[in-house]
């Protein structure tokens, strides 16, 4: 079994940076691929962004270039860095381990 528990989440102005965490327990291997994914209001889930090991990256094309993901093996956690936020970024960011999702954090980007 694996839990995972998103934190950082918030109300940021257009432009603005937040920080999400993920605190993972359980069966967890650094070879994990490790990703996020996001859910706008009415829409469907997106995905933002995943890690393999320890600094394998990939990024959706609407973040690329602005946001970071990391991940600290040592300490089962995983971060998004997000700069230069857009009101379209505003969701539901869930982190997830191939078949487990934390219950998610909602970011709102809003004047």
């Known amino acids: 079994q694996v839990q995972l528990v998103e934190s950082g989440g918030g109300l940021v102005q257009p432009g603005g940076s937040l920080r999400l965490s993920c605190a993972a327990s359980g069966s967890i291997f650094s070879t994990n691929i490790m990703e996020w994914y996001r859910q706008a209001p009415g829409k469907e889930h997106e995905w933002v962004a995943r890690i393999r090991g320890s600094s394998g990256t990939q990024y959706a094309v609407s973040v690329k270039g602005r946001f970071t993901i990391s991940r600290d093996n040592a300490k089962n956690t995983m971060s998004l860095q997000m700069n230069s936020l857009k009101p379209e970024d505003t969701g539901v960011y869930y982190c997830?381990?191939?078949?487990?999702w934390g219950k998610g954090i909602l970011v709102t980007v809003s004047s």
């Open positions: 997830t381990i191939g078949a487990y």
